[in-house]
């Protein structure tokens, strides 16, 4: 009897052991979005709430929530859910809900290759380009790719990655060889010094000859075929299909000087090219550039700040290609109205644009002022000014879906925010947002005088956890 039970415990204690190795810590984290907006005149025009029944309120909501599956540390699996935007009142957020609104965003592995510092990602997963300003007017968003990451020592890392935002048209059970992929591949060299920061980037991408540009292709993060996206402003007559050997590629780097702190300096300068073959007379080319700088100087109440950029635009000859910058996916945005990266999760934003291209501008702010503990006020006044030649308004709308607004030479915009942050609890704050745009879109580019003023106040509630 002593033996048998010896002989039980000994494999309970096997058992155990083989669990143990096996088992895996599991850790959630995440936020609840609530906004809360009044908007008036996002598209800029005279009756704009009668022709594209813009709403004066909205309420809406949504809950991003990261589950951690964590091995050790070497390895662990990530799974990201988003349930929204729910718009209460429609849909699943109607009487009733029980709506099917639950997304995967991303969902990757982390792992290190055994006996190396080599880490890699791979999976649904966030991907940005580096951006000290204001972003990645180039490409920031969720995409499957293969990431490698190593880091040299204390100075220098490299960061490299394949990654595939389109396979559009292929049918698993067909034979035909169709060439219908988008691959990027790039690499991230940041090098840290004492005081200074400096980020050189480059990007490749492969467009293959089958990709269909019909509205009824995958659609770029603004919802237009992915042709307009990359191109922008789509010329006259163009064909509905790439051509062979559409290639595009991206240099740039982002500079963070800190070494005169409270003074900081900030900067990205990038070059973006689409070498396409010409279809008919049309030159499918792209190519541009855009500078992007700040200045900040931080003070006990408050952080005083100056920033500004130009982005390259169109001349006057839509046959020739396009001379803005081209983009994947941007995430740019100095501003929290007109631009998108700073502001409230969820609330309306990027109506003059979203990535900054065929524009300059320049910017004040106040940000950061303080006076009472757990609130903080940011002042902030914008100007805009387009850089495309006003002749390429034959050839497209003041709203481009791609990019906001089409800004010519002749067109400008003011716009003024003054934003709360006001911290409830250590997990819940509250952010209130007041946004102005006044635009002066030029009549005879444009054919009309019908332009009114945008605005919007907006109650934003942040519960993390």
């Given at each position: 009897?002593?033996?048998?039970?010896?002989?039980?415990?000994?494999?309970?204690?096997?058992?155990?052991?083989?669990?143990?190795?096996?088992?895996?810590?599991?850790?959630?984290?995440?936020?609840?979005?609530?906004?809360?907006?009044?908007?008036?005149?996002?598209?800029?025009?005279?009756?704009?709430?009668?022709?594209?029944?813009?709403?004066?309120?909205?309420?809406?909501?949504?809950?991003?929530?990261?589950?951690?599956?964590?091995?050790?540390?070497?390895?662990?699996?990530?799974?990201?859910?988003?349930?929204?935007?729910?718009?209460?009142?429609?849909?699943?957020?109607?009487?009733?809900?029980?709506?099917?609104?639950?997304?995967?965003?991303?969902?990757?592995?982390?792992?290190?290759?055994?006996?190396?510092?080599?880490?890699?990602r791979?999976?649904?997963?966030?991907?940005?380009?580096?951006?000290?300003?204001?972003g990645?007017?180039?490409?920031?968003?969720?995409?499957a790719?293969l990431?490698?990451?190593?880091?040299?020592?204390?100075?220098?890392?490299?960061?490299?990655?394949?990654?595939?935002?389109?396979?559009?048209?292929?049918?698993?059970?067909?034979?035909?060889?169709?060439?219908?992929?988008m691959?990027?591949?790039?690499?991230?060299?940041?090098?840290?010094?004492?005081?200074?920061?400096?980020?050189?980037?480059?990007?490749?991408?492969?467009?293959?000859?089958?990709?269909?540009?019909?509205?009824?292709?995958?659609?770029d993060?603004?919802?237009?075929?992915?042709?307009?996206?990359?191109?922008?402003?789509?010329?006259?007559?163009?064909?509905?299909?790439?051509?062979d050997?559409?290639?595009?590629?991206?240099?740039?780097?982002?500079f963070?000087?800190?070494?005169?702190?409270?003074?900081?300096?900030?900067?990205?300068?990038?070059?973006?090219?689409?070498?396409?073959?010409?279809?008919?007379?049309?030159?499918?080319?792209?190519?541009?550039?855009?500078?992007?700088?700040?200045?900040?100087?931080?003070?006990?109440?408050?952080?005083?700040?100056?920033?500004?950029?130009?982005?390259?635009?169109?001349?006057?000859?839509?046959t020739?290609?396009?001379?803005?910058?081209?983009y994947?996916?941007?995430?740019?945005?100095?501003?929290?109205?007109?631009?998108d990266?700073?502001?409230?999760?969820?609330?309306?934003?990027?109506?003059?644009?979203?990535s900054?291209?065929?524009?300059?501008?320049?910017?004040?702010?106040?940000?950061?002022?303080?006076?009472?503990?757990?609130?903080?006020?940011?002042?902030?006044?914008?100007?805009?000014?387009?850089?495309?030649?006003?002749?390429?308004?034959?050839?497209?709308?003041?709203?481009n879906t791609?990019?906001?607004?089409?800004?010519?030479?002749?067109?400008?915009?003011?716009?003024?925010?003054?934003?709360?942050?006001?911290?409830?609890?250590?997990n819940?704050?509250?952010?209130?947002e007041?946004?102005?745009?006044?635009?002066?879109?030029?009549?005879?580019t444009?054919?009309?005088?019908?332009?009114?003023?945008?605005?919007?106040?907006?109650?934003?509630?942040?519960?993390?956890?």
């Open positions: 009897m002593k033996r048998i039970v010896t002989l039980m415990l000994a494999a309970m204690l096997v058992l155990g052991s083989v669990a143990g190795a096996s088992a895996a810590d599991i850790k959630a984290k995440g936020q609840w979005d609530f906004s809360f907006e009044w908007l008036d005149n996002t598209n800029f025009q005279d009756g704009d709430q009668d022709n594209a029944g813009e709403d004066d309120f909205g309420a809406k909501q949504r809950l991003r929530t990261q589950i951690d599956i964590i091995a050790s540390e070497n390895l662990r699996g990530v799974v990201y859910f988003e349930m929204g935007d729910t718009v209460w009142g429609r849909t699943d957020g109607a009487l009733g809900t029980d709506g099917k609104s639950v997304e995967v965003k991303r969902s990757y592995i982390d792992w290190v290759v055994p006996n190396t510092d080599l880490m890699v791979m999976g649904l997963q966030g991907l940005a380009l580096p951006g000290a300003v204001a990645s007017p180039i490409m920031d968003d969720d995409v790719a990431t490698l990451a190593y880091k040299f020592n204390d100075m220098v890392g490299l960061t490299a990655f394949w990654a595939r935002p389109y396979d559009t048209a292929g049918n698993e059970s067909s034979d035909n060889n169709t060439f219908d992929e691959d990027v591949f790039g690499v991230v060299v940041p090098v840290t010094l004492d005081g200074a920061k400096i980020t050189p980037y480059a990007v490749y991408a492969s467009v293959g000859k089958d990709v269909p540009v019909s509205s009824t292709t995958p659609t993060y603004n919802g237009s075929s992915y042709q307009q996206a990359i191109y922008g402003l789509r010329p006259a007559n163009a064909p509905s299909a790439f051509g050997d559409t290639n595009a590629w991206w240099a740039g780097a982002a963070e000087l800190t070494m005169f702190s409270p003074l900081s300096f900030k900067m990205d300068a990038m070059y973006g090219n689409v070498d396409a073959e010409e279809i008919g007379n049309i030159d499918m080319d792209r190519s541009g550039w855009m500078v992007i700088g700040a200045v900040d100087y931080k003070m006990d109440m408050m952080t005083p700040g100056l920033f500004a950029w130009y982005a390259s635009g169109d001349d006057d000859d839509q020739n290609g396009s001379e803005r910058m081209p994947i996916s941007p995430d740019f945005g100095p501003t929290s109205f007109g631009t990266k700073v502001g409230a999760p969820i609330a309306t934003d990027s109506i003059v644009s979203v900054g291209t065929g524009t300059w501008g320049v910017g004040v702010q106040l940000a950061n002022i303080s006076f009472v503990e757990n609130l903080k006020h940011t002042l902030r006044a914008t100007y805009y000014r387009g850089t495309n030649d006003e002749e390429m308004a034959n050839y497209t709308s003041l709203r791609t990019n906001g607004l089409y800004l010519t030479e002749e067109d400008s915009a003011w716009e003024v925010n003054f934003d709360h942050f006001y911290k409830i609890y250590e819940l704050d509250l952010i209130v007041m946004g102005y745009i006044k635009a002066d879109l030029d009549e005879d444009w054919g009309t005088d019908e332009f009114s003023d945008a605005w919007k106040l907006g109650f934003n509630l942040k519960y993390s956890f």
